[in-house]
């Protein structure tokens, strides 16, 4: 079955504009989460879906946010873009939600986002 | 002091060497992950472990929970498998990942 998909994979904005990330997740999973990717980081944890509803949130500003729709799609936006937003924005999925407590994740490939 | 510690931090090996990425945490967990990063971005997940010690075909898992300490093990290593390693630790409300091994494998 298809993998979980992200688009765009790539895309370059300017400070203060605003960017829309989607994550398609495997048919029949519920959970989808975001995580944020750079060099000086690492991975850390944006936020957590489950059946339309954000079960987690980590530690990032208020101009991080996203939804779940009933299709089990997900969008992640993030305004009022800063230089420190550039990073992989990666999503997961997987059939039950607490993630990755109780079952295995599936990564997408991630969307590349550069700040200008 | 990071919540999950890996090391080494980079590791350069020949192939057919067997080759062992450490990681240590300090918070409760419900599992534990070893997940595999190519050039790219993209991630694939290795392992989940809860307790105990998993196979697959050369790569083997291993976790203690007394001493939250979890090994990757890598048998008769291969150029391929030069990626970036992670593991990362959950707790149902949080995944918390260590900085990463990165691992290549010289012909």
């Known amino acids: 079955k298809a993998g979980v998909t992200q688009t765009p994979r790539y895309l370059i904005k300017t400070r203060g504009q605003q960017v829309t990330l989607s994550c398609s997740p495997i048919?029949?999973?519920?959970?989808v989460s975001w995580y944020q990717q750079t060099p000086g980081q690492g991975l850390q944890f944006l936020f957590e879906y489950f059946s339309e509803t954000q079960r987690n949130k980590g530690n990032f500003p208020g101009r991080f946010s996203g939804r779940q729709f009933s299709n089990s799609r997900s969008e992640m936006n993030v305004s009022t873009l800063e230089l420190g937003d550039s990073a992989l924005y990666l999503c997961?999925?997987?059939?039950?939600?607490?993630?990755?407590?109780?079952?295995?994740?599936?990564f997408g490939e991630g969307s590349r986002l550069t700040v200008l | 002091k990071n919540e999950v510690e890996q090391s080494p931090q980079n590791l350069t090996a020949q192939e057919g060497e067997f080759i062992t990425i450490n990681c240590s945490y300090s918070v409760g967990i419900s599992a534990l992950h070893w997940l595999q990063q190519h050039p790219g971005g993209g991630i694939v997940s290795l392992f989940m472990?809860?307790?105990g010690k998993k196979k697959h075909g050369r790569l083997i898992a291993t976790i203690n929970i007394q001493e939250k300490h979890s090994s990757l093990h890598i048998t008769a290593s291969h150029p391929r498998d030069s990626a970036v390693y992670i593991c990362a630790v959950s707790d149902n409300n949080d995944m918390r990942f260590g900085a990463g091994t990165r691992l290549t494998v010289k012909p």
């Open positions: 472990l809860s307790s």
């Open positions: 048919s029949g999973h519920r959970s």
């Open positions: 997961a999925s997987s059939f039950s939600p607490g993630q990755g407590s109780t079952g295995e994740l599936f």
